[in-house]
């Protein structure tokens, strides 16, 4: 069983040699000519006034936290639908009362406008 | 294992590497000529005849171009952000079925790297990890515009991959399978591409593999008028080409799932079909690279025809439209399954 895993573990381990040999190899002949300007954050030419890393629009969280919820939903649905056949009815019924009472989650959302984006 | 069993798959792996690494140097190529065409121009013509070697220079220019950390960056996740976005879309080829199987010298060679019954599932959770890329490359850069642009990126991603997961499902019960080698097989043996049983899966799902790799209408996160130039703005030389050749990778892989799930991967047209069987004289991977270049050729065609969305628009599209459809098309799907 695990054995069908070790081509992809192989092929793991080459694209990330790939990547980092890239990178050493550019590393050798790349031209180096930097200064300390050319250093700066680029902002269209005006002095960086300020960090960058500052406070942020609270929606990316909720985006964050909306896509947790319905991701971890959907995993749960792959192992279902594998087995859908054997399932039969009962699996459907179940499967619709989970989603359900997502979708009453969901509801509450949009009409909370936490999906808006204005 | 034995010697021979370590090989092949290393050979295997090698050259599907360097395959997909050609194949996103020449993307660029079509996309600029492709995109050059639509627009009355003649694209690259300098390098070779009519462009053709232009991949080769451009990867040439890249490797030697100057590779500046900026003085504010992360130095360690600055070059770990390329390289987080560039592997997963590689690997993702893992479970790519390119071919049934083959006889290469006498022996019987599997076209396809590795057939685990998690196939898909591997390839969902593989390419979510390249948002991780994006996030990390706008953190260090430690620059404004990268830092919105990854935030855009991030979020974007996020939203279009519930509709796309849950379209997937509604593919899983069609076919009833994980594995991308048995989906394929299920469409022969059902006698039908998937695509005429799940249209509304892939329209859906075409429509999240453009949000998904940043492209237009999607591509807000390298909205160059508004952006500068999007999460990698700070990058230069090997480690922006790497997030480019990441971009395109994606493109490939969204390109290689759509055929496998729905026109039949390696199949011929039609392949029960008596006096079309002289199409099975070509053989399956070469259907394979044809079906994936339609795809990819779509990506263009839509890149020189579309303007791009608003943000409001984007996120009412992934959150009000697509999910619904998804879970709609999701219980028509099984209601179906359970009672026929």
Known sequence: MLRAYIPIFLFILVGIAFAIVTLIVSRLVHAEKANEVKLEPYECGIEPQTDARDRYSVRYYLVAMLFV??????VFMFPWAVVLDRLALFGLIE???FVLILVV??????KKGALEWA | MTSMGWLLPLVQILIVLNAVLIAVTYMVLLERKVIAWAQSRLGPMRVGPHGVLQPIADAIKLLLKEDITPARADKWLFTIAPIMSLVPALIAFAVI?????ARIFGRDVPLFIADVNVGLLYIVSITSIGVYGII???????????????????AQLISYEVAITMMLVSVIVTAGTLSMVAIVEAQLHNHVWFVFVQPVALVVLFIGGLAETNRTPFDLAEAEQELTGGFH??????????FFLAEYANMIVVSAVVTTLFFGGWLPPFPNVGWLAFLGWIPGWMWFLVKCFVFLYVFVWIRATLPRYRYDQLMRVGWKVLIPVALANLFVTA??????
């Not at chain 1, 919820?69 to 959907?74: A, C, P, Q, S």
């Open chain 1, 105 to 110: 989650g969901y509801a509450y959302a949009w």
């Open chain 1, 95 to 97: 499967m619709f009362l």
């Open chain 2, 97 to 101: 079925p390119f071919g049934g199987h």
């Open chain 2, 233 to 242: 703005t700070e990058y230069s030389g090997m480690r922006f080409a790497m």
């Open chain 1, 69 to 74: 919820i319905f991701d971890v939903e959907t």
């Open chain 2, 136 to 154: 990390l490359a706008g953190y260090a850069s430690n620059s404004k515009y990268p830092l919105l642009a990854s935030l855009r990126a991030s």
């Open chain 2, 335 to 340: 209601i179906l399954k359970v009672w026929l």
